[in-house]
């Protein structure tokens, strides 16, 4: 079946530093995929997204692009803020007529520091 | 506001009591879902709904029952809770057709429920 792996965190940063979080899935269609991210007490809320192979997606200084032949979907910041600490989930959705699931992966948690 | 909504936002009760959690959504999504979040495992699906009167199960869906009787409203049903079903739940929306695996989820601000 489907699934999605993202790197162990918690992942501790100094405000100015580059991001990387990975996310890698297996997949047997062609989903789209999604970065969510999850502020302290709130619900869920889309970062960005791409929906076919070398789509890059981008928001608030985020990147991420989908790459097939890797089944990657890599997160990345060049320069991290305190604000953006919380906790970021990479997931997939594949829709069929008669099927359509979403899938996440385990999160990871990122603290950014003065 | 567009926006997804659940209630109760806390809940503590005991085992084996029946609870209902509610969901509703006020952008006319076709696509309904439920998740529970528990640490380490992310968000694992329950039940999703495509459209009202269409359901089916996530991952994780013993325990649990839904209902999609009309478009905006996705209640979640846990006819004897027990304690391994403490967890955070989020209800999600979205919209469905074309190339509806582009379309993002938005989240109701989930329900914290404890099972004693």
């Known amino acids: 079946g489907n699934s999605v792996t993202q790197m162990e965190g918690p992942v501790t940063l100094s405000e100015e530093a580059f991001l990387t979080i990975n996310c890698t899935y297996t997949?047997?269609?062609?989903?789209?995929l999604f970065w969510y991210v999850q502020y302290p007490g709130e619900g869920l809320q889309l970062l960005l997204k791409a929906t076919k192979a070398d789509d890059k997606g981008s928001n608030k200084g985020f990147e991420a692009t989908y790459r097939k032949e890797t089944t990657s979907f890599h997160l990345e910041k060049g320069s991290v803020q305190v604000s953006d600490s919380a906790v970021y989930f990479c997931?997939?959705?594949?829709?069929?007529?008669?099927?359509?699931?979403?899938?996440f992966g385990p999160g990871t948690s990122l603290s950014v520091i003065p | 506001e567009a926006q997804v909504t659940q209630n109760p936002r806390y809940l503590i009760t005991v085992t084996g009591k029946k609870l209902t959690v509610t969901c509703s959504q006020n952008?006319?999504?076709?696509?309904m879902s439920w998740y529970r979040q528990d640490p380490g495992l992310g968000l694992r699906q329950i039940y999703y709904s495509m459209n009202v009167e269409v359901t089916d199960k996530g991952d994780v869906p013993e325990g649990y029952k839904v209902s999609r009787k009309e478009k905006r409203n996705f209640p979640l049903i846990l006819e004897s809770p027990s304690p391994n079903q403490t967890s955070l739940y989020f209800c999600?929306?979205?919209?469905?057709?074309?190339?509806?695996?582009?379309?993002?989820?938005?989240f109701g601000p989930g329900t914290r429920l404890t099972v004693l």
């Open positions: 999600a929306s979205s919209l469905r057709g074309g190339s509806s695996s582009y379309n993002e989820q938005f």
């Open positions: 997931a997939l959705r594949e829709v069929k007529t008669s099927y359509d699931k979403v899938i």
């Open positions: 997949a047997t269609g062609y989903p789209s």
């Open positions: 952008m006319n999504h076709e696509y």
